[in-house]
T-cell receptor, first 111, second 115 residues
Framework: QQQVKQSPQSLIVQKGGISIINCAYE??????FPWYQQFPGKGPALLIA?????SEKKEGRFTISFNKSAKQFSLHIMDSQPGDSATYFC??????????FGKGTSLLVTP | ETGVTQSPTHLIKTRGQQVTLRCSSQ?????VSWYQQALGQGPQFIFQ???????GRGNFPPRFSGLQFPNYSSELNVNALELDDSALYLC??????????????FGQGTRLTVV
C-alpha cells in the first residue's frame, strides 16, 4: 500500500517559472517530511525537510508548504532553472523509522 | 558528496546466484538503512540496522539479509537472485535521536542486474 502519494508524475516548466509538486499521506504518526532530488545514476540527495509544527519552510528557491489537517505537503521551486531538471521524491516517516517515498516527479525545465 | 560510499557501483549476476553489496556510512552515523529502487519508482525500504542490530524491516523476503559492523559499515546480502531483484540498491546513513531533523544521507547506489 502506497503510504505517500505524489503528483504529478512529470512536469515541464519554463526557465524562470515556478515548479509545484504535491504529496499526500495517510499515517498521522508521521512527523518528518523530506524532499529528495535525484539525478540519473545518482542516489537521492536531501533537498529540504519539514516537521508538522510549522506550515512553511523556505531554503533559497525551495519552499515546503505543509497542511497538517489535509495531510498534504508540497514543494515549490521558484525561478526554476535547467539545472533543476531531475526527479523529485517526497517522503514521510516517523522520526527514526523508515522513509516512505512517493513514486517521484520527473521535472524538466526548458531554456 | 554525502560521505556514504557503496560498492560496487554496478554488478551483473545470474538468476539463482547470491550477491553481497557493501556500504560505508557517514562518519559518526550509527544507523544504516537499505532501500531498493526499481526503475521509475521511489525507493522501497528493505531494513534498518542500529548498533549492529536489525531494528526495522520492510516487505522483503528472508533471502534479503544484512549485517552491520562495529564501525557502522553494512552489508546487504541477497540469496537466490530473481530477475525482479534487478534494481538500484541504496544505502542511507543517519543519526536518529540527534537534536533536529533525522536526516538520512544516501550513497550513490549499486546498480544490480540479474540475467
Amino acid at each position: 500500500q502506497q503510504q505517500v502519494k505524489q503528483s504529478p508524475q512529470s512536469l515541464i516548466v519554463q526557465k524562470g517559472g515556478i515548479s509545484i509538486i504535491n504529496c499526500a499521506y495517510e499515517n498521522t504518526a508521521f512527523d518528518y517530511f523530506p524532499w529528495y532530488q535525484q539525478f540519473p545514476g545518482k542516489g537521492p540527495a536531501l533537498l529540504i525537510a519539514i516537521r508538522p509544527d510549522v506550515s512553511e519552510k523556505k531554503e533559497g528557491r525551495f519552499t515546503i508548504s505543509f497542511n497538517k489537517s489535509a495531510k498534504q505537503f508540497s514543494l515549490h521551486i521558484m525561478d526554476s532553472q535547467p539545472g533543476d531538471s531531475a526527479t523529485y521524491f517526497c517522503a514521510a516517516s516517523k522520526t527514526g523509522y523508515a522513509l516512505n517515498f512517493g513514486k517521484g516527479t520527473s521535472l524538466l525545465v526548458t531554456p | 558528496e554525502t560521505g556514504v560510499t557503496q560498492s560496487p557501483t554496478h554488478l551483473i549476476k545470474t538468476r539463482g546466484q547470491q550477491v553481497t553489496l557493501r556500504c560505508s556510512s557517514q562518519s559518526g552515523h550509527n544507523t544504516v538503512s537499505w532501500y531498493q529502487q526499481a526503475l521509475g519508482q521511489g525507493p522501497q525500504f528493505i531494513f534498518q540496522y542500529y548498533r549492529e542490530e536489525e531494528n526495522g524491516r520492510g516487505n522483503f523476503p528472508p533471502r534479503f539479509s544484512g549485517l552491520q559492523f562495529p564501525n557502522y559499515s553494512s552489508e546487504l546480502n541477497v540469496n537466490a537472485l530473481e530477475l525482479d531483484d534487478s534494481a538500484l540498491y541504496l544505502c542511507a546513513s543517519s543519526l536518529p535521536g540527534s537534536i533536529g531533523l533525522t536526516e538520512a544521507f544516501f550513497g550513490q547506489g549499486t546498480r544490480l542486474t540479474v540475467v
